[in-house]
């Protein structure tokens, strides 16, 4: 399947999707097909039990018969598990608008115990954002493939360190010039708001335009994220140059201030 399905993210029309509503269901959640929708401007969503892939199929069957939303296979192939997003509009993140806010940077000033790294423990970071969250959206299945994708390089992990402690972190898709942040966590309060503007500093020194922070929200608004529409979103997501990945360097977190 994951061939195909590979090719068939590629002819997806994904400008044309909905705005409110997957753009897709699918099941496949391998690392070549994972890459593939990421570089179409798709996000997944994995429901989590079987209640949630019947809400799926409840709210969306009817636009999925009418083909608005699409399915590999066509119609007789009903994978509910699994929905693909492409919101519109998409709030991103440039890497010189990433915000701290004023009073976390003061008191960063005062951590000097704080230090942050790339990819030192991806598999840990994506364990952290998966523990104690409700929808489990973070599936077994999508694991697997997140860390498929990070020895392979396009996935990538920024951890905040207390001393050795892991206090926060964050992890996304990087493709082209963008950085796809899937989910973040803290365990030291403002610690996943420092990994995002660490992430943000570090990828845009190497190139990267934009971290796409997927889901709106008044907390990704207030770590600098601004809506675009969706079609400037695939435009730059597609036309502009690849980035590097991001430096790894254990580095202090007082820097971002």
Known sequence: MTSRTTDWWDTLRVAEAPADAPAAFCADLGAESLLAAYRAGLFPMP???????????????????????????????????????SPDPRPVIRPDQARLGRRLAQRLRNRLDWCTSVDRDFGRV?????????????????RR??????????AHSVEVWQGTELVGGAFGIRVGPVLSLDSMFHRRPDASRVAVADLANRFG??????LDA??????????????VSRQHYLDLLRGGP??????IDLLPAARLT
Request: hydrophobic share 40%; charged share 20%; with cysteine.
């Open 126 to 142: 994506v364990s952290q954002c998966a523990a104690d969250r409700e929808p489990r959206w973070l599936t077994e299945d999508l």
């Open 205 to 210: 020194a190497v190139g990267g335009l934009l």
């Open 47 to 85: 429901a989590p039990d079987e209640y949630a892939r019947w809400m799926n199929e409840a709210l969306y069957e009817d636009r999925v018969a009418s083909g608005a939303i699409a399915v590999p296979g066509g119609a007789g192939e009903l994978p509910y598990q699994v929905s693909w997003w």
């Open 214 to 227: 997927q889901w709106d929200s008044s907390h990704i608004r207030s770590l600098g994220a601004l809506p």
């Open 242 to 247: 690849a980035a590097d990945p991001p430096p």
């Open 145 to 154: 493939g997140l860390l498929a994708l990070h020895e392979r390089g396009r």
